[in-house]
């Protein structure tokens, strides 16, 4: 079977699931206006939801940060992503959830009360992983960051984001690496890992990155593994002399970077510690497979 990337034909949209082409939103609506939403990506490995309860448990720190309860339960949006899996017979692949503040006539920046959200979720699949991408690495540049000071949140204002996403592709790199007064944050789409003398460093929680699910999966392996993992800041110089980067995202779990600024990481190849977290990754993916997504 020849395997089509790309969103799958059936959408939920505020309480119907409905073909894609026929989902409308009102130009009203503040997230067209401002960007006032939030949203999550969950990977789906064989037609179920991974780490939900995590993905779910941010939406629900970011409405919290936007002055939003939350719309649904949890069991709400499991059965919901069950629904798009299902009615789109999904198997891998990303399920993406939106919630927006809703429509209002007026464009009043502070908001009235009372206003109806707006929730949008679909199933998309991804173009496959090369193979070799995982043998050779990705590459990398950085650039300073320019983003706002609340990043824990998951916004889908992401106009800086992109803007230094596009910055990669303009480069012919995967990712754009954001330093800040001398210090790692993260990626445009991505947490950033280090390796130094076998220990993994991540930049820790706070609001100038997003809290990654994939950071915390990569922690939680690591304790398994017995790999020293350390959430602190990490340094310009210190991303730049580090054995290994890595990238952990939802969309492609972890991914080794292997040149940054068009500098070899380490040797230039993707690292002893990158080669067993990617391994216990996969292994810890399959072991989930047919326990219940919440
Ligand atoms: C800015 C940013 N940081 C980090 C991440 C990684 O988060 P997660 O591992 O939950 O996908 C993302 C994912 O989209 C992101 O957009």
């Known amino acids: 079977m020849v395997r089509v990337s790309g969103p799958r034909p059936v959408c939920y949209l505020n309480g119907n699931y409905l073909p894609l ?3 409308k939103v009102s130009p009203f609506d503040r997230a067209f206006l401002f960007g006032d939403a ?3 990506v969950v990977p789906v490995y064989a037609a179920r939801p991974f780490r939900l309860r995590q993905h779910l ?3 629900n720190r970011s409405l919290d940060a936007i002055r939003m309860p939350p719309p649904l339960t949890h069991g709400d949006w499991a059965h919901l992503c069950q629904e798009l899996i299902s009615q789109n017979s999904a198997f891998d692949g990303i399920l993406y959830m939106q919630v927006t503040r809703g429509a209002e006539f007026g464009r009043n920046h502070a908001w009235p009360d009372g206003l109806k959200p707006t929730l949008f979720g679909y199933f ?3 173009d496959p992983l090369p193979v070799a991408l995982i043998d050779t690495g990705v590459s990398a540049i950085t650039a300073k960051e320019i983003r706002w000071e609340r990043r824990d949140i998951k916004s889908t204002a992401l106009l800086a984001n992109i803007l230094l996403k596009k910055l990669a592709a303009d480069a012919g790199a995967f990712e ?4 800040e007064r001398g210090e ?3 990626g445009s789409s991505t947490t950033v890992h280090i390796v130094r ?4 460093y991540t930049p820790p929680n706070s609001q100038h990155i997003l809290p990654g699910t994939t950071r915390d999966v990569v922690t939680e392996l690591a304790d398994l593994l017995s790999i020293r993992s350390i959430s602190a800041r990490v340094s310009e110089s210190a991303l730049r002399a580090a054995d290994e980067i890595w990238l952990a995202f939802s969309s492609r779990g972890v991914l080794p970077v292997t040149k940054l600024d068009g500098a070899a990481v380490g040797n230039g190849a993707p690292g002893p510690v990158f080669k067993r977290m990617h391994i216990a990754f996969a292994n810890y993916i399959r072991e989930l497979g047919t326990t219940p997504s919440l």
Do not use: K, P, Q, S
């Open 176 to 179: 754009t690496v954001l330093l």
């Open 57 to 59: 448990d941010r939406l």
């Open 124 to 126: 998309t699949e991804l």
């Open 184 to 186: 790692l944050t993260e």
């Open 21 to 23: 082409e026929a989902a």
């Open 38 to 40: 939030v949203y999550e």
């Open 197 to 200: 003398e076998g220990t993994i």
